[in-house]
């Protein structure tokens, strides 16, 4: 599936790709090959594509555990951005069952799908909330934290909203008690039943051009 080959103007000019090494900086871009699968050891990277207005979408976020590259994607463009620093392994794409890769893929992938097709927006966000932490959430005694930084545009981009709507949302959910503020970042607190399970996310303002 061939999206479009024109680098939208929202890219971040500052990204790069590094070579074969297993540590990266947030903001890198890992190398994607043909012959090789990236193994995240440690931190969360994000696979993106655009379309031909430039507009990023992302396809999903992977942390410890996962597996990344090039043969688990027929979209083009496609890339992997790092979230935070990244430990990661290179792994030769026969020593590793590219069955089981697609498999895993699958099911995030539809896990994410489902909430972009909830109707209400507030409940899309609250969602998308809730399953990031599932994903990342580390518990702390207010709910869940997830330790990376989302800026506000990179949720609108995620969920389909606008920046401004998403920013809108965020202090809804916080005026509610759903998320608490803690410095640049957020908790989602323990509350009811989730189907992705509860985070301290770092949530903040994507920055003025």
Known sequence: ???????????????????????????????LGSDYFWEIEQGIVRSLTWNEEGQLITLGFWGSGDVVGRRLSRIKPYQVVCLTPVQARQIPVESYSLQQALLIHACKSEELLSILHQHSVYDRLLRFLEWLSCQFGQRVPQGKLLNFHLTHQDISETIGITRVTATRLINRLEREGRIVRSHRNLILTTGEPSQYNGTEISIGEAPKP
């Open 1 to 31: 599936m061939s999206l479009s080959t024109k680098t939208p103007s929202t890219f971040p000019t500052h990204l790069h790709v590094v070579s074969s090494q297993k540590a990266f900086n947030r903001k890198d871009l890992l190398p």
